[in-house]
C-alpha cells in the first residue's frame, strides 16, 4: 500500500514553485519535485518538459483585453532522487530554461530570448508512514535552490535583461515542504492529497552588474488533489485532479517593493500518469487558471503544460510503485 | 572522434546559455550599432519594445468629460492657436509617448513616469515626419524612445539620438506646460483633454508604479542619487549641453518671477505653487520689467509697456502683440533625475 501511495505522491504532490518573474513565467520547478521514498537503496530519474504560456493580461483580477504581449517559459527539467533509508531521502533537480517575450503591437513583432542553465533544487525528505492511520503517509522536506544558472544575460548588443528574463535568480533560497496523503479505505486505489510548500527566496546581491540587490518574492503555495487508478482501453492508469493555490509576495529591488509583482492564484490541473513498462512510466499534466489576482497590472498563466518520463532503478524485483497496482 | 566531441560539447555549452532579441518583422536587431551612452547602463525594463504602446493621434474629449482626473492630478499643456490640448500623466503612466498633430505642429509629448520628466518633441525630422514609440529600454532609470523612421533610439532626459542612424541628433524641443489638473481646468476651460478610449485597456488613474511618484526610497533601477534634495520632489529644469539648473517650488513663495542667468542665456522663470514656467529673454525682451499678474486664467505676466503674456509666453495684448516670450530647454521633473544626466546646481538666489 506504501508505494500506491507513493505513485499518488509522485502523480500529484507539486512541490517547490521557482517563478523567477513577476509574470510567473519561471522555472516550473513546482510540478516536477516530490519523488516518493520507495524504499532504501532506490534510485529514481525523471526528465521533464514544461510550456508554460502567459498570454493574458490582468489588472488585478480583472483581465484586461490585451493580448499584444505573450511570455513563453520552455523548461527541460531532470530529476534525481535516491532513497537513504526507508524514511530518508535525497532529491535534486537541475533544469535548463527557454524563455522568449514577444511583442505584436502597430503590425511590429519583437522578439526577446534567452537560455541557459536554470538553477537547481537539492532537497532532503523525511517520510513517516502510516502516522495518520492506515494507507497514509506525511513527508516533510526541506532544501535549497542553488543559483547555478545565470542571472546577468544581456542581449547579443550588451543591453541588460531584468531578472524576469533571466535563467537563474542569483541568489540562494531556502525551502520547505509538508505533504500528507492518505488512501480512502473505501476505495484503496484511490487516495486524496495535499502538500504545502514555502520558498524563501535569497538575495541577489549582484543584480544588474552589481549596482542592486534584488529579491524575488516569498511564495506560499499549497495543492489539494484527489487521484485514483481506472482501466482505460485494457491499461491501467492513474488519472488525477489537483487545484494548486499560490501566493508571492513582491519582489524587491535594493528593499523597495517593485510595483507590479506578486499576486495570488489558483489552478486546476488534471494529470494523467500511464505506465509504459514495469519501471518506466510517461506522466501529463495540463494547469489551467480558475483566478487570478496580481499586484498591480501583470502577464498572468494562460495555460501551462507538461510531459515527462521517470524511470527506477531498484536493488529489488518489481517494486516500482506503479507495478504493484498493475 | 576528440574533434567530433568537441564541436558537441561546444555547441552544448552554446546552446546552454545564449540570449537573442530582434524584430521579428524584419529579422534585425533594433539596438544594433554604436551608442553614445554607456550600453553597460542601458537596461531592458521588462515590458520590451512596444511593450508599452505609444499613442498615435489619439482621441480628446472636454475638459468637462474628464472625469476619471482628480483636481491634483499632474497634466501636461500644450497650445498651438486656439487648440489647446491637455495630456495627463494618468494616460502618459501608461504610454509614456503621445504622438500627436496640432495644426502644421507634428508633436511627441513624451513622458517617462520613472523620471517624472515630460518634454515635447517635433517629430518632424530632417524634414520627415515620424512618430515615436517606447523602447523599453532605460538609461539612468529614463525612457529611451525610438523613431519609427529609423529606428534610432532617443534618450528622453538628452533631447538626443544615442544609437542608430541618428546618433548625435538633438530633438527639437516643443513647449510644454506642466501644472495639475484643478489649476489647468482654470486656465484652459474649453481646452481638449486626452480620452481614455485610446484603443487600449488600461486601468488609467491608477498607476502602474504605485507609490512611486512620491516615495523618495522607492526605485525600480539602479540610477545615481543625489541627497542635496529628496528624490522625488518635482523641480524645473533648464538643461544645456552637460549642465543644468533647477528651481524648486519653495523659490516661488516668496516672489513670482526670477530673472536668471544660466550659460549666457537670460531667462525668466515664473512659478506659484501650483506650476513653474521657463521663458528665454533675447533681444528686447532683456529690457523690459515684468509683473506676475496671473489670476487663474491664462494671463501670466505683465511687462512695463502694457503687453500682457500667458502661460506659454505667447504675448496676448498690447504693444508687444506677437511678440512672444523665448522658449526654454526647461521642464518639470524628480529632483533625482537631473543630475543623473547633468553637472547640476540648484538656484540659490
Known sequence: MRNIIGSIILIIIPLFSSAQTCCSGGVPLSNNLGLPNEGKGIFIIGLNYDYNNLNTLNAGSRELDDDSRQRITNSVLLNLGYSLTDRISFETLFTWVNQTRTINQFGFENFTETSGIGDAVFLVKYSMPELLGSFSVINYGLGVKAPLGKSDHTTPNGIQLTADLQPGSGAWDGLGWVSISKGLDFRPSAAISGSLTYRLPGKNNSYLNNTAVYQFGNELQANLGYSDQVIILGALVNPGLIFKYRNVLEDEIDGQEIPNTGGEWVFVRPELTIPIQQKFHLSTRVELPLYSFVEGTQLTPTARISIGVSYQFSKEKNDFPLNNTL | ?349
Open chain 2, 1 to 349: 572522434m576528440k574533434r567530433v566531441i568537441l564541436i558537441l560539447c561546444t555547441s552544448f555549452l552554446y546552446s546552454c546559455s545564449s540570449s537573442s532579441s530582434d524584430d521579428g518583422s524584419t529579422g534585425r536587431n533594433p539596438n544594433d550599432g554604436i551608442w553614445s551612452i554607456p550600453i553597460s547602463q542601458v537596461l531592458d525594463g521588462g515590458p520590451g519594445r512596444d511593450g508599452i504602446p505609444a499613442l498615435v493621434n489619439p482621441g480628446f474629449t472636454d475638459v468637462s468629460a474628464a472625469g476619471y482626473l482628480n483636481d491634483l492630478d499632474l497634466v501636461i499643456g500644450f497650445k498651438k492657436g486656439n487648440d489647446v490640448r491637455a495630456y495627463p500623466h494618468a494616460i502618459l503612466d501608461w504610454h509614456e509617448i503621445a504622438n500627436d498633430k496640432i495644426g502644421d505642429v507634428s508633436l511627441a509629448v513624451t513622458y517617462c513616469p520613472l523620471t517624472g520628466t515630460g518634454i515635447g518633441w517635433n517629430r518632424v525630422i530632417n524634414g520627415k515626419e515620424t512618430t515615436f514609440g517606447v523602447s523599453g529600454l532605460l538609461y539612468n532609470t529614463n525612457l529611451i524612445a525610438f523613431d519609427r523612421e529609423t529606428d534610432s533610439n532617443w534618450a528622453q532626459l538628452l533631447n538626443e539620438a544615442v544609437n542608430g542612424e541618428l546618433i548625435g541628433k538633438e530633438a527639437e524641443l516643443i513647449m510644454l506646460f506642466e501644472t495639475n489638473w484643478g489649476t489647468w481646468k482654470k486656465l484652459y476651460p474649453q481646452s481638449k483633454v486626452l480620452s481614455t478610449q485610446t484603443g487600449f485597456s488600461r486601468t488609467y488613474g491608477i498607476s502602474p508604479y504605485g507609490d512611486y511618484s512620491t516615495n523618495n526610497n522607492r526605485f525600480l533601477f539602479p540610477v545615481p542619487k543625489d541627497d542635496r534634495l529628496p528624490s522625488k520632489e518635482r523641480v524645473h529644469a533648464i538643461v544645456g549641453e552637460t549642465n543644468a539648473i533647477t528651481y524648486r517650488f519653495p523659490h516661488f513663495i516668496s516672489t513670482n518671477i526670477i530673472r536668471d542667468t544660466f550659460q549666457g542665456k537670460n531667462y525668466l522663470i515664473v512659478g506659484n505653487e501650483d506650476f513653474i514656467v521657463s521663458f528665454e529673454l533675447t533681444g528686447a525682451l532683456n529690457n523690459l520689467e515684468f509683473e506676475f499678474i496671473y489670476a487663474e486664467t491664462e494671463v501670466l505676466l505683465e511687462d512695463n509697456q502694457g503687453t500682457r503674456y500667458n502661460i506659454f509666453g505667447e504675448a496676448i495684448s498690447g504693444p508687444g502683440l506677437g511678440n512672444n516670450l523665448g522658449s526654454s530647454p526647461g521642464f518639470m521633473g524628480y529632483w533625482f533625475s537631473i543630475p543623473a544626466f547633468y553637472q547640476t546646481e540648484i538656484y540659490s538666489g
